[in-house]
């Protein structure tokens, strides 16, 4: 699943390609990925011009000329790939954007998970959302504030978009590893030291992600807009690794299901109390 390096990486390399054109056409293959309805699409964003992309949590964010916002969350397996407009879409492309005749923009997604709003206010959608890890505003105090009085495990917490936007079941393992915190520990358990390093490994990971441009652990649904993979995969010390031995210590890393979700961990480096 994209989660914030994956995203902020679509967005980086996208921006260049899709910021100050105009969109000249709209096909969709699978209607329900539009929100709130086909019509409105067709009506209201052909013929606007893209003015801006951002991303908050897992979302992309498209300003649009005419006061709205596009904004499209690749949920499970979506991942958008611009093509020249000759271009045939695969069996997975979901709805294809058309900028300035020039290229398109597909939205591939083999689950059919991924969503697409337009909107007056794109608070709408995201504003819900915690904080941002990567930004200033994030400190090791406002972790700790966030943390306070938390009993539910600190892995489903960071993986909850209302307490922390953009990191999902991949960081959250690494960025837990890194810190040497159990997965399953409260929240409210962690020490001031492990709160700041935690705070720490968070943006850590992120960033290290970011400059391998994402996570391609499926090989079949995270690519970057040109069609290549990430490579931040090759460099996960736990997610996705169980059989295999900790790099730290030797000792086998184990999934355990929190909250339904399957966390990696080293049951060594990452004792529980
Ligand atoms: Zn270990």
Redesign the pocket.
Known sequence: MPELPEVETIKNELTPHVVGHHITGLTLFWDGIAHPSVEEFRSRLVGQSIIALARRGKYLIFGLTGDEALIIHLRMTGSLLLKPTSAEPDKFIRAILYLDEEAGLHFRDPRKLGMMWLVKDANTIVGKLGPEPLEASFTPQLLAHRLANRTAPIKALLCDQSFIAGIGNMYADEALFAARIHPERPGKSLSQDEIECLHSTIQQVLWSAIGNKGASVDRNTYFRPDGTLGTAHFEFKVAHQRGKS?L??G?LIQRLPIRNRGSYF?P??QPAR
């Open positions: 900790c730290v210590c000792t080293c060594h480096c």
